[in-house]
């Protein structure tokens, strides 16, 4: 797998999200930037992007298509789910059967939802986003579970089986805006372990 951070979440990210391990990033790279580091790595058959939020880059839409038609590979979108581009529905069913997207949803309510992203009015919009993205796209969810949501995880995990989504529950990477986040310790982690397998 080849992992491509496209943007920068300073400039090019709806959310401001507390626990951002790419907020040191700069620039934005184009298609053509893409491209070409796809095609110095051609031994990968899956893409994955990143960044800032994937699903606002202007070319998004050109790259999956690139990549899954012209190329013949998978490609991987980690997106926070707050925006559809419409050309993203459009994309021919081949092009769509090879494109994954992971949304990540780390609180279960405005409230919380607010206080991690710093945006807390487009939590409904994510829940208004998921069903769309799963007509379209293989979805899956993505919660990364620290301190502050800790306590919110099982709440997390209901609201996303009335969805009847893959979930993923994985612990923060401190890094980049994220590094001084307040990381779970060894009890809760065994704690959240038990429970999930559970």
Same mark, same amino acid.
């Given at each position: 797998?080849?992992?491509?951070?496209?943007?920068?979440?300073?400039?090019?990210?709806?959310?401001? @999200?507390?626990? @951002?391990?790419?907020w040191?990033?700069?620039?934005?790279?184009?298609?053509?930037?893409?491209?070409? %580091?796809?095609?110095?790595?051609?031994?990968?058959?899956?893409?994955?992007?990143?960044?800032?939020?994937p699903?606002?880059?202007?070319?998004?839409?050109d %790259? %999956?298509?690139?990549?899954?038609?012209?190329?013949?590979?998978?490609?991987?979108?980690?997106?926070?789910?707050?925006?559809?581009?419409?050309?993203?529905?459009?994309? *021919?069913?081949?092009?769509?059967?090879?494109?994954h997207l992971?949304?990540?949803?780390?609180?279960?309510?405005?409230?919380?939802?607010?206080?991690?992203?710093?945006?807390?009015?487009?939590?409904?919009?994510? =829940?208004?986003?998921? *069903? %769309?993205?799963?007509?379209?796209?293989?979805?899956?969810?993505?919660t990364?579970?620290?301190?502050?949501?800790?306590?919110?995880? *099982?709440?997390?995990?209901?609201?996303?089986?009335?969805?009847?989504? *893959?979930?993923?529950? =994985?612990?923060?990477?401190?890094?980049?805006?994220?590094?001084?986040?307040?990381?779970?310790?060894p009890?809760?982690?065994?704690?959240?372990?038990?429970?999930?397998?559970?």
């Amino acid at each position: 797998m080849l992992t491509i951070d496209i943007n920068n979440p300073k400039e090019h990210c709806n959310l401001a @999200c507390e626990l @951002c391990y790419s907020w040191n990033l700069e620039g934005m790279l184009s298609a053509t930037d893409v491209k070409n %580091i796809v095609q110095e790595h051609p031994e990968h058959s899956l893409i994955e992007f990143g960044g800032g939020e994937p699903l606002l880059h202007k070319e998004i839409t050109d %790259i %999956i298509s690139y990549l899954t038609l012209d190329m013949d590979k998978r490609v991987h979108i980690a997106t926070n789910g707050t925006y559809v581009p419409p050309a993203l529905l459009s994309l *021919p069913k081949e092009s769509r059967n090879k494109t994954h997207l992971q949304v990540s949803l780390h609180a279960s309510d405005e409230r919380l939802y607010g206080e991690i992203t710093g945006k807390p009015r487009l939590f409904e919009r994510v =829940m208004h986003n998921l *069903p %769309i993205f799963k007509e379209y796209f293989v979805t899956l969810v993505n919660t990364v579970a620290y301190q502050r949501n800790f306590e919110d995880v *099982p709440n997390i995990v209901e609201l996303v089986k009335k969805y009847d989504l *893959p979930h993923r529950v =994985m612990l923060a990477f401190p890094e980049g805006r994220g590094k001084d986040i307040a990381l779970l310790s060894p009890g809760q982690i065994a704690e959240l372990t038990s429970y999930l397998l559970a």
